[in-house]
């Protein structure tokens, strides 16, 4: 089994930088993409961006393209979402996942952390 722990949230102030971390424990995260999601009380869970082990294969959603970069280190078993130029609509809580393939809908990622809360302030 696979478990995920995220890090890194807090509150800022638009237009600040984050950097979220999340950390596994187990055997198997080298095998896996990773991706980071967010959700707001009372909407859908919304891809953010994907890593495959190797790296060769990163995407990001429209909403946080070119803003937030994806990366990863098999040997640490940590990925990290660096978020910058932050705006109060980012505010969320922040979740990273492990998938067996290529996936951006939440229902195909097999393992999740506990999420870490984000807020931007004006």
């Known amino acids: 089994q696979m478990r995920l722990v995220e890090s890194g949230g807090g509150v800022v102030q638009a237009g600040d930088s984050l950097r979220l971390s999340c950390v596994a424990s187990?055997?198997?995260?080298?095998?896996?993409?990773m991706g980071w999601f967010r959700q707001v009380t009372g909407k859908e869970r919304e891809f953010l961006a994907y890593?495959?082990?190797?790296?060769?294969?990163?995407y990001y959603a429209d909403s946080v393209k070119g803003r937030f970069t994806i990366s990863r280190d098999n040997a640490k078993n940590t990925v990290w979402l660096q978020m910058n130029s932050l705006k109060s609509e980012d505010t969320a809580v922040y979740y990273c996942?492990?998938?067996?393939?290529?996936?951006?809908?939440?229902?195909?990622?097999?393992?999740w952390g506990q999420g870490t809360q984000v807020t931007v302030s004006s």
């Open positions: 890593i495959s082990w190797s790296t060769t294969n990163i």
């Open positions: 996942a492990a998938a067996l393939d290529v996936a951006t809908l939440p229902s195909l990622y097999d393992y």
């Open positions: 187990g055997r198997t995260f080298g095998n896996y993409y």
